[in-house]
């Protein structure tokens, strides 16, 4: 692990049931504010009783998918036109990574995709950003990079900077107890991936590995229940996402988010769906690193093969498969071999080439 490091916790995050009844006190001194969310949540009783009689938001619905640059091109048009000196989302990763776009883009001048493609540094500060999760999943709530998709292309990849920051997180558990089953499990399986993946990344530091760790036990004992109705184990759920997310920022991630970009892009598959069928196999690959995690999660009785035998029984309840067949096609290895390799490929323990990638796609055929 490395011994030298820095943390930059720069969010302000507020985590607790009923947190979202601070939101207004906390945004009193903006005048005009944007919120962005899904028609799901604009339908809610929680939308009527935050908004219902509020005249200093302008209200932004959109589409409840992982954002494109067309969808934050629609969305900066609002906020623009409001003029907009606050903005806030309220949704799952999709909606809350839409809105750090937005927040990280209105002021700046020239296209979205000179941003996208890092052709050009961001020359002005964002605008105040908040987000409040409705499910936990992506962590989104806490990290400086939004992840967003050139649909003219398929090119999936992250918006990052000091601009894409998030100002204050608001993490209140209660408003993912409406959340769907099936997002549930595959945001749950995103969480549980996050959670190891920086536990074991090559730069991950002592700070970094106890929150990844913490955050790995509260959603490996409670995502179950959580799928079960229980409330206590949807905030548990809820805490270690945003716990695994803080730590993430500081160690980076591995092998299973560097290839879920593409896959994910290329057949328009959930973000935790692809997480959740690549983990068991990535890691097998990484078997070698996993004893600090074994260790300290199971003590003595543990291995290397119990973990990935529990995770591979727990992807199964999740209704997860262990492979991508019907999806994945050899044919694109090369689209995938061209766009994993992220700033996630680079943290995985386990140095991977080409030909261990293709291996690695040839068992999920
Ligand atoms: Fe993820």
Same mark, same amino acid.
């Given at each position: ?33 944007m919120l962005i969310c899904g028609n799901?949540?604009h ?15 302008t209200v932004h619905i959109c589409q409840s998918q992982e954002p494109t640059l067309g969808m934050v091109q629609n969305a900066l048009d609002t906020a623009r036109n409001c003029?907009a000196?606050?903005i806030?989302a $309220?949704g799952g990763g999709s909606v809350m990574d839409l809105g750090k776009s937005v927040a990280a883009l209105v002021n700046q001048d020239g296209d979205i995709r000179d941003y996208f493609y890092c052709r050009r540094?961001f020359?002005?500060?964002?605008t105040?950003f ?10 989104a709530?806490?990290?400086?990079n939004a992840v967003l998709t050139d649909e003219q292309n398929n090119i999936k990849q992250s918006l990052r900077?000091?601009a894409c ?96 970009h593409p896959?994910g892009s290329l057949y328009h598959l959930p973000h ?17 690193? &996993? ?16 973990? $990935? ?10 209704? $997860? ?18 766009n ?24 999920? &055929?």
């Open positions: 692990m490395k011994n030298e490091y820095e943390l930059n916790l720069s969010v302000n995050a507020i985590f607790g049931c009923g947190k979202r009844n601070l939101l207004h006190e906390k945004l009193a001194q903006f005048e005009r504010k799901h949540f339908k809610s009783t929680v939308f009527a009783e935050l908004f219902g009689n509020r005249q200093d938001y003029k000196n606050a806030v $309220i540094e020359e002005q500060e964002r105040f908040c987000a409040l999760p409705t499910s936990a999943g992506t962590g709530e806490v990290t400086p900077g000091s920051g998030v100002d204050l997180a608001i993490v209140d558990p209660e408003l993912t107890y409406d959340c769907p089953l099936h997002i549930i499990q595959q945001s749950g399986m995103d969480s549980l991936t996050q959670a190891l993946e920086g536990a074991i990344s090559n730069k991950a530091n002592s700070v970094t590995f106890a929150w990844s760790m913490q955050a790995f036990r509260l959603v490996f004992d409670n995502l179950k229940t959580a799928c079960l109705g229980d409330k206590a184990a949807k905030n548990y759920v809820a805490e270690g996402t945003m716990l695994g997310a803080m730590a993430f920022v500081h160690s980076g991630l591995g092998a299973v988010h560097g290839l879920a896959i935790g769906f692809v997480c959740g069928v690549l983990l068991p196999h990535v890691l097998k690959i990484n078997r070698a690193f &996993l004893n600090d995690v074994v260790c300290n999660y199971y003590g003595n009785s543990g291995s290397a093969e119990r973990l $990935i035998a529990d995770i591979e029984k727990l992807a199964e309840a999740m209704h $997860i498969p262990k492979n991508l067949n019907g999806y994945l096609k050899r044919e694109d290895f090369d689209f995938i071999l061209a994993c390799r992220s700033g996630s490929m680079k943290c995985n323990p386990v140095a991977l080439s080409d030909d261990d990638i293709v291996k690695l796609l040839e068992e999920l &055929l």
